[in-house]
């Protein structure tokens, strides 16, 4: 079977509606988004009507939680004052710009979505399992930790959006794995697997202004022979029309700090959350 | 953000042998001991959420430096906890893994005094991110060469955590000792130089107040010695240890009452989701090393039960949150700018 997943969204609706004309060319039969509807970008409206005409399924994120609620902030839980300060100018656009149906929709999407593929048991959430708004880091988080979570929530891969960077691993488990060497990376069956599919709402404080998604094949789709997994996953780059974005943040008075993060794909904020390696990957 | 505000929380699923039999014996044992009048107030009890953090009191109680503000006391002849070997901490390593350990932190005393501890953290980006607690005087070149290749070889971050009092030696100098403010920075500068993006981590010796002030100043002398995008956190006072000699102990109304604790998110806590790993066993978390019931057995598996938070410090992380994990390792991110 051939699924796509979409990561936030954050009100980019010209990168979304980019990229479910890709997926679909590419062969999805399923198109997934793990909610963060909303945030930096313009218009929340038409992100939240392109979903519902698509008929994406949607995993509830935390702001999307929090704009359904008109909570007071999104609940990613900065630390720096700076952070604070542009992450609650772009919520309280969204909350104020967001219609009440679209609220009461965004409060009734599920935390976590789970089904059974090809042998695999499949879970959607938005942070981690255990956490709608835990942040999983590639270089923060062990491939124990992601074991135990397979574990204490039944299942063999987990889809999670949240940090804004795709990444995957593959890992093997008990009772064959961990051999000595205490890693359970290098095992033959490698049968659990975790995948951050990414985001569509900004590039990936990569220098590129593209945005990426993630395509999963399972079974009779996986790889022909190519990979070693029971399932094949392929991270997408997609370019969309960045400068329409633009025109339309200025237009709306959304800071300039997150049109320069579209303009040249380095973040600018929110960057004390981020451990070191993928901090050393950025510009700032 | 109030992390009680944060409605998504789940609970923490605890499929862990014996994990439930263990926590509803000790509880028993609390009632038990209300029953017999010994209390006139329920206790203030923090289960064992998951074991999210690993810690290693890698150096024992031994540093080079005797800061005045020190909440373990730590010193060059203070040997109440010992070193860890590299053998110890791998044998905890292989034993973390079913408790699924997210993280591993290894801090003091000075980490640095090890010897063990460059093959120590080698090891350790193996299994997981690392961090090390330090206060930058001791680094060696050489070390922060191998570590650095550990690190590039590695799936993992290494997070050196540097702790300087201030941006100015007349800051820090009076605290931590004479010129540690230039020796801090110097090692700042070492691991800058090869690539590392040390956390500078401060003790709010200042007013509160003054917190933007202090660090933008902070920021500015970071960048004059070639350290442009500097990572900064700040830690509250615990007034413990050399620290209460310094300043004040708690007093007996700096305490955590049960009520305190209805409706509280207690994985704000560090004792919820840690433990620490000492050469005397494990301990309930790194703040309270020092008092006798914080060791909680000698495995994980023992000590995996609900500890009691009635200490004067555990009202300090009632207030502050998870003040001793990097900013990325929680949502409510370590100290928590509006309490
Ligand atoms: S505060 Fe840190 S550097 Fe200072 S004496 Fe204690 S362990 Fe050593
Ligand atoms: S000092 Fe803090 S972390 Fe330690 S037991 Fe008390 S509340 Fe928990």
């Not at chain 1, 999104?74 to 952070?83: E, I, K, L, N, S």
């Not at chain 1, 299942?155 to 593959?170: M, N, V």
């Not at chain 1, 633009?246 to 303009?263: D, G, K, Q």
């Not at chain 2, 590392?196 to 933008?216: E, H, Y």
């Amino acid at each position: 079977m051939i699924f796509a997943f979409f990561g936030g969204i954050y009100n980019n609706h010209i990168a979304f509606k980019t990229a479910i004309a890709d997926a679909r060319q590419r062969g999805a039969e399923r198109i997934f988004c793990l909610g963060d509807l909303g945030a930096f970008g313009p218009h929340p409206n038409r992100t939240c009507e392109l979903i519902r005409a698509h008929e994406i399924e949607v995993v509830q994120g935390n702001y999307d939680h929090s704009i359904g609620h008109a909570l007071n902030d999104c609940q990613c839980g900065y630390t720096d004052p700076r952070d604070n300060h542009f992450a609650q100018l772009s919520y309280d656009y969204t909350l104020a710009n967001t219609s009440d149906e679209h609220r009461a929709w965004l409060r009734s999407l599920p935390t976590e979505i789970r089904f059974e593929v090809d042998g695999l048991r499949i879970l959607l959430c938005h942070g981690s399992p255990r956490r709608t708004n835990e942040f999983l880091w590639e270089s923060a988080t062990s491939t124990q930790f992601l074991n135990k979570l397979c574990d204490d929530f039944a299942c063999d891969l987990i889809l999670g959006t949240h940090t804004g960077l795709h990444w995957q691993r593959s890992w093997g488990t008990f009772p064959t794995c961990p051999d000595s060497t205490g890693t359970l990376e290098t095992c033959p069956t490698m049968n659990r697997h975790f995948i951050n599919v990414g985001v569509l709402g900004r590039p990936e404080n990569d220098g590129t202004t593209n945005v990426w998604y993630t395509m999963l094949r399972t079974g009779h789709d996986a790889g022909a022979g190519r990979s070693p997994l029971p399932c094949e996953v392929e991270f997408i780059p997609l370019a969309y029309d960045h400068d329409q974005l633009v025109r339309e943040m200025t237009v709306e008075h959304l800071p300039n700090e997150f049109i320069e993060t579209i303009l040249t794909g380095w973040w600018t904020t929110c960057l004390e959350i981020l451990p070191a390696k993928e901090r050393r990957r950025g510009r700032w | 953000m109030q992390a009680s505000s944060l409605q998504l929380n789940r609970l923490a699923v605890t499929l862990r042998p014996n994990s439930a039999i263990k926590t509803e014996s000790t509880v028993a044992s609390w009632k038990l001991a209300l029953r017999k009048g010994e209390n006139t107030m329920t206790l203030p009890i923090v289960e064992l959420g998951s074991l999210d953090e690993l810690w290693f009191q890698v150096a024992g109680t031994r540093c080079n430096l005797t800061c005045a503000h020190c909440f373990i006391s730590c010193s060059p002849h203070n040997d109440s906890f010992g070193f860890l070997s590299f053998n110890e901490v791998e044998r905890r390593l292989l034993e973390s893994i079913k408790w699924g350990v997210k993280e591993f932190y290894f801090t003091g005393g000075e980490p640095f005094l090890n010897p063990d501890l460059v093959p120590i953290l080698e090891r350790t980006l193996d299994f997981g991110p690392a961090t090390v607690l330090t206060n930058g005087t001791v680094l060696k070149p050489e070390w922060l060469e191998r570590l650095r290749a550990a690190e590039q070889g590695s799936l993992y971050s290494l997070e050196f955590r540097v702790s300087i009092d201030g941006p100015t030696p007349e800051l820090n100098d009076p605290i931590r000792g004479p010129r540690t403010f230039e020796r801090a920075l110097r090692g700042v500068e070492m691991l800058v130089q090869r690539g590392f993006l040390p956390i500078i981590t401060m003790t709010r010796v200042w007013d509160d107040t003054d917190d933007d002030a202090v660090l933008g100043q902070f920021r500015e002398v970071l960048r004059q010695h070639g350290y442009v995008r500097a990572r900064l956190k700040v830690l509250p006072r615990l007034q413990l240890g050399a620290e209460a000699n310094r300043t004040c102990g708690y007093s007996a109304a700096d305490r955590v009452t049960a009520e305190m604790l209805v409706g509280y998110n207690t994985s704000q806590l560090v004792c919820q989701h840690s433990r620490v790993v000492t050469d005397r066993g494990i301990a309930v978390c790194p703040i309270l090393i020092d008092s006798h019931e914080a060791i909680l057995g000698q495995t994980l598996a023992e000590a995996n039960h609900a500890f009691a938070i009635t200490h004067g410090a555990c009202a300090t992380c009632y207030q502050f949150g998870a003040i001793c994990t990097n900013p990325s390792a929680t949502a409510e991110g370590g100290t928590r700018y509006r309490a």
